[in-house]
């Protein structure tokens, strides 16, 4: 176990994979010279050179595209897209054809590859530069979208994403490079497609992921002071989604609340909450309710960024009402 | 920059039958003519058996480039990779596989070429190293940079090293994965050829009204790549330039764009009746249409003869025939078969629920 | 009232709409001399000529970026995207660019535009032409999304997406084009943001939108038949959801289904299954269930797509296993 | 076809001083210099303002490219629309903003031109036909090249039609929607003039690192559009030759290509120490600094004297020291107001919940 960061755990993840295996590739705009716009990749284009660690124009949909065909021929390329808003000048190539190649041609090819890029907002970015659009990508079949929260998983995901031989979106996100936390030392790889309660409780559920999670574990952890037991799911795996753990969960405490950044309607919280009210219906005491961002193009003023996005005292809010509204007593 | 060679449509000069058919060996161009005839006779066999509903969803033919597909496979060597559009029948065809296995994709079987589910857009075949049609106009262009990027990973430049060709449309030269991708195979070094079909039409829109720069080839200047067109009813012509720039490729890593210039004999699919194109537009077109062209000209050359003409169209219509009893009597994939294949990788959880299917297993039954 | 297809509706609104307001324009691939892919704008060209009636090279990006900057300048550009699987093209121009500006630049600006396209599954088209990605737009503040179902709403709500000053993703349905209906004469102009309940009932709820909405009408009076008394609601919009209309419904049947054409996870119906067991929670007799697509990319052999795809059948199966659930007594 | 007047960096033929200067009115050559101090003065007061956390997100400064921004600005008519990329503030204080209201902006405050909403990189002006700055590479050109047909909508060719300007960086040039987008102006002849403002640098990618040919004015063959390379450390050529490509884009709707060369001082944003770039590359670069080298050249040809020229320069610093006050003493926005121009056609059931309300007013209370 060693205590570091969620940026930490990503850089020494893509050293060991970039050492293991000579079929892995960096691809991506500034990763090498500049050493990453949040200096994921620093130090990596010295240690492996120009063809391992590769610089490009900007041009989304052809660098994503040229990891696509890479993949086809056996390379494991691992692109950094700068942030998930701009994956949308790439969408074409990942929804359309990483997702698509290995069921539309019989099998006979598959597409090994990796596309990091964070979401978030928070930080005065603004509405184009702020956005959470996991849930377009947990969308679709032939996709796998996966989401850490901690340090420990970034570098178990990464792994399992970069040794998987389907197109795998790996969400990062900018309010968690900095934060630290214990890491497990030789080589962790995770089990895509799993959820983990990350705190156990008896009185109510919050499933979230990414960022969320963190948030949701802090909320969890003053609340246990005023003696409410809070169960903490963390996804981890948007696609595939660990619906049993969810459920279980909430069949054991009977109340659920989703934490998500994204907006709500049609936001991840949408299947979470759907997913429980089938899943869970004879056991839940309240609705499942929903803390997710307000519903406009995030403001830039710091003013309005606050008041759009979710807090740890949003959650607390909703807990509160949730407990009440079936009854709870401290 | 641009090689010049033949700068405007129609404009390219014709080398005389004689001299152009005395270097090659009588058989090769039989051979030429027989894998022409043989796509002629798939496509209009394809084109009735959607009319009679054997075939669904967009099909899109070759009538009018079979000198063009076959020039280029010509020139393809088998350890190449080949991407093409969806409109890839005959290089299906030209570059070897069985045209019962792919009259049965179209037939959306078992036994088709990509097991039924990709269809006539997206004919795939691993062992023979053609890596897709594609129906996303411009959405094969940057994989098959990839591509070309992978195999400088597996040795150097040389003679023998391995390339890729990409095929498009000349519509697909306005959209921009064109851009950035030839952008990158410049800058990178890459060995692979772009080969632009050039039918005249995108659709019912003619090349002047959709590119600024209607002289195709030369649309490689912006990224110092050499640009040539050649005449795409010569499958030599054809052929002879592709095969210089692959070598390019091969040896000095240096990407190429070829424009292939023939016409479209038919509606865009076969759906369309291109009423947008004139009764006179029409009968000109079929007179330059290559299949019987180059009979003649085998026939006037001495190379062949009428029976021995006769006898390769036969034997094209009795290989159609029979790849439509292939087709016909092959089994449809079946519905328990519907998961296979949406991952490679198999984890935990992978949703396998049919319409209407309950969430979990264990819904929220009583407490 | 006038008997058409959804095809003449469309072809007719757009005809009356470049009468009347010199500042409406169409772009798009193929809609002048081709005259549309699926024939909508067929004469158009004849009529207005090739200002007001514009043929576009292929280049989704630009031509729909094209239409936001002459919206910013005061034209009511109506776009063409052959299907919605091609809007990925442009999607960076729709969600990073049109649905940001107004709120961005202060409310300065505002982007009058149309993007009129067509989804769903079905013709056999595969993977790659044959998805139902509405949910992705729906899920986006400052895009509003309509989902006409019949000939008269593809009237009123294509005249009302082409006066209204937001953005405005306007889907259709290449199953829906040859069905025909009543149509209203005159101008109609539909209120954008307004459920409808198009069946009413007492049992049940079925809850959809485009051609789904067609199939639960079909579904709902075959049952009637069999002594089951179903409600349908249609959507009509994605966003603004009405979520009022839909939670009313459900408050008076007690029990729910959502029909939709796209892939189950994440898709519109999770979103409506959360809305009603946070909107009508103690009024509900059984869980909420979806009848959705299967999540594979639809393959295009007809065997396969067949099984993959929602039918009335399946639809009738889960509304009989949500009444057997609820203990409902016919 | 691209106008060969400077081919490559810094081949850019230097006109004499003298020569150049006798042909303008001195108030306008000392009205240029104020321009550039007060764009100097601001961007490096922004600097230190990120620094002191009054500005938040990333802060892209106009350091090395004042004598392009005032050039540019300089042929632009208050008519014409402007559309850039997130490297704006000089623009927008040289098309005649308030230096306090674009503070005010980066300040996030509801007095900043786009109400504290846009911020830093989306600074917009209706009044001033400045739509926009642009955070997404590339994403400005289109919506410029839309406002274009616009304009083609409300008359025809002339000395005084309205026109568009479109930065873009040199490393904009390697996506996708600057080819589509040249490609349609140049097919349906819109009146804009595509500025690529060079400063060597995409971030830390150097042009010929990620543009295969580096010369980019030249990347207007693909489309037939002339290309024209200036020196973007010279504000009366720039300001030249963008007049003559924005005559030719209102009197012929012949759309132009200008790349201006000049040098990014700094790192790419406020945040970036350029560590990649060497100590004597530094060192070469402030040697080219357009502000001191005109306020030097100017004294020279005696149009201003060392005591103008310090007065020119204080007036810059008072300048920005008010919009400094302003900026700090408006008000922030109210979280009130969060919803407001969220759309611009009220609708019922539009979403204006903060995180945690819940979604209906009327929850499923008890039946
Ligand atoms: C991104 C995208 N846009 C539009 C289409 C619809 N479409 C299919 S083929 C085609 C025309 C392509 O023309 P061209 O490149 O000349 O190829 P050709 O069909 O002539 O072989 C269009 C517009 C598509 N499939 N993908
Ligand atoms: C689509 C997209 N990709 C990447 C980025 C991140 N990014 C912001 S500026 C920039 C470099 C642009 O370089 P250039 O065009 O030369 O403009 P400059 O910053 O030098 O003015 C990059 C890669 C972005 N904002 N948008
Ligand atoms: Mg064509
Ligand atoms: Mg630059």
Redesign the pocket.
Known sequence: MTLMSYRQALHDTLRAELQRDESVILLG??IGVFEGSYKITAGLLTEFGPTRVRDTP?C?ESFVGVAVGAAMLGMRPVVEI?TIN?SL?AINQIVNHAAKMHAMFGGQVCVPMVIRTPGGGGQQLAATHSQNLEVWYAHVPGMKVVAPATPADAKALLSAAIRDDDPVLFLENLALYNTKGEVPGGEQVAQIGVAAVVKPGRDLTVVSYSRGTVVAVEAATQLEQQGVSVEVVDLRSLRPLDRETVCASVRKTSRAVVLEDDWLSYGVGAEIAATIQEGAFDYLDAPVRRVAAAEVPLPYAKSLELAALPTATDLGKVIGEVLDASRFTR | MANQRGTARGGIEQVADGTRFASEHPETLRGYYSQMALIRAFELRSAEMYQRAKIGGYCHLNLGEEATVVGLMAALEPRDYLFTTYREHGYALARGLEPGRVMAELFGKSTGVSGGRGGSMHLFDQKLRLLGGYGIVGGQIPPATGAALALTYRGGPGPDAEAVMCLLGDGTTNIGSFHESLNLAALWQLPIVYVIVNNGLGMGTPVDKAAAEPDLFKRGCSYRIPGERVDGNDVIAVRDAVLGALARARTERQPGLVEAVSYRLRGHSVVDPARYRSKEEGERLRGLDPVPNLRTRLIEAGILDEPAARFIDEQAEARVDAAVAFADESPDPQPAALFEHAYATAVPNTPHGLPGDPLISVPGGQP
């Open positions: 705009e500034e900007i989304e700068m701009f000048l």
